[in-house]
């Protein structure tokens, strides 16, 4: 029952994505807003992170599963996929790089960020 309660409040905060998704008129993904709302949820305490923390090892657990309909989707495409594969594999590879980069540099800004917090508390 407890698993259920969690993966409602999960269920519901994706719904809430999904109207604003409607509503407003942005290019933002509605999981995009999904995200951002459990977010500020957990960072404003209004969500504990042991309410959805079992839910979401359980989801983590089993997501290469999820990735089941995007694979055949993928093959039941191959025939547009493969006339233009070459286009494909090279924005790939340049996004690829262009997030692993994006991450580096808000990862270290975080690192900065969290040292300086810590020499000034002592």
């Not at 999820?66 to 996929?81: E, H, N, R, Y």
Request: glycine fraction near 4%; charge should be positive; aromatic fraction near 10%.
């Amino acid at each position: 029952m407890r698993l259920l309660f969690q993966f409602l409040i999960i269920v519901v905060i994706s719904f809430v994505g999904e109207m604003l998704n409607h509503f407003i008129p942005l290019p933002i993904p509605a999981s995009i807003y999904g995200i951002v709302i459990l977010f500020t949820a957990l960072k404003m305490q209004w969500i504990k992170p042991h309410h959805i923390g079992d839910v979401c090892r359980f989801l983590i657990l089993i997501m290469p599963v999820l990735f089941i309909p995007s694979a055949v989707g993928l093959i039941k495409s191959w025939d547009l996929i493969s006339a233009n594969l070459l286009q494909y594999v090279v924005i790939l590879m340049v996004s690829t790089v262009v997030v692993m980069a994006a991450s580096a540099i808000a990862t270290q800004q975080v690192i900065k960020r969290s040292k300086r917090k810590q020499q000034q508390q002592q």
